[in-house]
């Protein structure tokens, strides 16, 4: 424990310091004579514990208390004084001093009170600690509820899109939910980089997600030409597709050309990892 004197009285600083030394309440980092030395030095020292003489000339104990106060709050007070006056003692619990010593000293009280503080420290920093604990599980649950609310997102567009029923719609969350939990984008890998992360046969997986978005595709053509302001179709036309492609498939459909909508299958998964997180 890191304790720092500030009492204008050299003869009862020997005291305090020698009681400290013999009953290893501490180590004592520093002294000051009078409260200005004391709050120029205890900012940078930064004690656990101040003793503080009430009265001395120039700054008091207990102004000295409030200006440290505003700059580091952990520190924790005793005050030293023979003052009796309840007014007094009053202020300087108001100051921030919590205990108090008196005058002349008694190294019983002067061992009691340290250690009465250093308890009431050691309690609060396992209070801290359970406050972490329990902080940092909640946080960790927030982050698993939000990866679980984008994933179940992800499904949602997949059945808006029809393709929730096609095989390679699992292979679609598994990689989806990848993205989410990594913070990533596919801008990081190619295709069969991260089918690769999920099976022997990466290949397979891309066909297999290829055909799911190739259904997605044929659906939302099917939707377009029905009613081109459809809210699925202009908000996924050229959100997880190409819009050019979009209208391709949309003309093979009518009749009017016997080439077909292609699938970019990157922007169809960063896309529908977009529109997961938005549901």
Known sequence: MRIYIVEDDD?????????ILDKDLGEV????????????????????????????PGMDGINLTRKVKAIDPDIQYIMISQVSS???????????????????INAIEVESVIKKVKEKMSMRQKLEQIENIFSSESSDLKVEENIYDDIEGVKQVMQRLGVAGEAGSQDIIQVAKYLIETNQSMSNFTVKEICSRFTDNPKTMEQRM????????????????????????????????????VKIEMDFIRGKTKKRGKVNIKK???????????L
Do not use: C, T
Not at 29 to 56: Q, R, Y
Not at 86 to 104: C, F, H, L, Q, R
């Open 86 to 104: 309840k007014d007094m003692i009053a202020k300087a619990y108001e100051s921030g001093i919590e205990y108090y010593i008196s005058k002349p």
């Open 29 to 56: 980092i520093g002294k000051a004579n009078n409260g200005k030395k004391g709050l120029e030095e205890i900012p940078l020292l930064k004690p656990d514990i101040v003793l503080v003489d009430l009265l001395m």
């Open 268 to 278: 169809f998964l960063d896309g529908i990892v977009y529109y997961g997180r938005r």
């Open 210 to 245: 290829r055909r799911a978005a190739a259904v997605g595709l044929v659906n939302l053509a099917n939707i377009g030409i029905e009613d081109n302001i459809n809210e699925i179709f202009v908000e996924y036309s050229n959100g997880l597709y190409n819009f050019e492609q």
């Open 11 to 19: 003869n009862i600083v020997n005291i305090l310091e020698k009681i």
